[in-house]
């Protein structure tokens, strides 16, 4: 668990760490104002187009192989990346970052999945990689303002590396050892080639909506490539016999459930704490070291929030959850659009909303993970969760271009104001979309699919024997590999 969990807090300090620190960064090596964005877009491009590739690559290549490789890519990417000279330089060591950061995600979650029978044992380890996760991102803001601060821009980048080599080490020994039973796997070349060329286009015409706009042929163009590339992948990946998506799994209520809420859960939270750091900054004159910590309280939030799911997962199952979680998140971020003002202080319009939604978050971090995987062969764990996490990372894209063009287009006041009427409106769509997120993985989920995991972890807290699952055949959940039974 500690080199699962390094890896979820580094992928996801690295989304906000280097935000930050670009005023240094373009100060220290001369970067343009525009060419300065693709610090944080080229690792969010690379990140995004092959995290299904990642995924099926643990399945194929090994779990422990592909880990540990996306950690030799990180760590190495990191240090070029704090020795650059140059905007290109630093640009490709982020890009390359997000290559590492790809083949790490889904193995994290993969990993925790095998290795952790269904119920309670499995319930804390998505608690915690949900926990370390939000705190990753919430600490990537306070930490960036001060490395920035007490040792230039170049730090945030070279502060992964001692981490890499410390995880590096422990995996040696703590990360069990591939099994020979996917050797005889194949790769689908084609599908990852389209899906990775689709994605990566995707989050590239969301990322240049914000300069250019929607109908601008350098965004709307890219988007209907991406379209075309995503929809010749759905094509193809149903005329092959091991393909890097199985379109079947979303035939699956749980899987669809979890990935139509990640989309949008995403779409939602990572816009608010876009805005928020915004807001903090450019309407209440927070310093960068002061806007960060006051994302604090938002990894206390999700912390509680795990800590609910992972007592009441067993009783509630993941689709209530899911449900339950979704909603309270929703109303957190209406609170923010109901409280934000120019005059608006720290209590009432931060702390109190961050509060509400952080809890309601990290409420779902648990029954997300469960329900992705849930009925999911072994063999294709890695398969499922590169999914996931490519729905959370486009939802996160697709979210911030659409609620940047709605809070843009709410800005008639001039000003301060100007900027908190453009606030509040992408907070009050961010939490409609996190509210539909929620409704629609509760309904997805299903009263069955339901009981199939409320059984499943009574299930694995009852030893092996004429009632236990293994010899029923109920509740059994199929991810959990066979060396580990008994």
Known sequence: MPVLLTVQFLVSLDVSVVNVALPGIGRGLGFGAESLAWVVNAYALTFGGLLMLGGRLADVVGRRRILRAGFVVFGVASLAGGLAQTPGQLIAARAVQG????????????????????????ARALGLWGAAGAVGGAVGVLAGGLLTDWAGWRSVMLVNVPVVAAALLLARSAVPADTGGGSRARLDVVGAFLVTAGTALLVLGLVRTETYGWTAWQSAGLLAAAVVLLAAFAVAETRVRQPLLRLGLLGNGPVLAANVFALLMSAGQFAAFYFTS?????????????????????CAGVVAGTVIATRTIGRLGSGRLLLGGGLIGAV????????VAVDGGFLVSVLLPQTVASVGIGMCFVPLGT??????????TGMASGLLNSSRQVGGAVGLGVLVT????????????????GYSAAYWVAAALLAVGAVAAGLTYGKGAGKRARKGARAAETPAGKDSPEKSGEGVDPVVPRSTKG
């Open 99 to 122: 290559v590492g950061a790809a083949a790490l995600a889904p193995v994290a979650l993969v990993l925790i999945t095998v290795n952790h029978p269904a119920g309670a044992a499995r």
């Open 278 to 298: 915004l807001y903090l900054q450019q309407v209440l004159g927070y310093g960068p070291t002061a806007a960060g910590s006051a994302f604090l309280p938002f």
């Open 332 to 339: 957190g971020i209406a609170l923010f659009a109901a409280t």
């Open 371 to 380: 329900a992705a995987t849930e009925g999911v062969a072994p063999e294709e």
């Open 406 to 421: 709605v809070a843009a287009g709410q800005d008639g006041a001039g000003g301060r104001q100007g900027l908190v009427d």
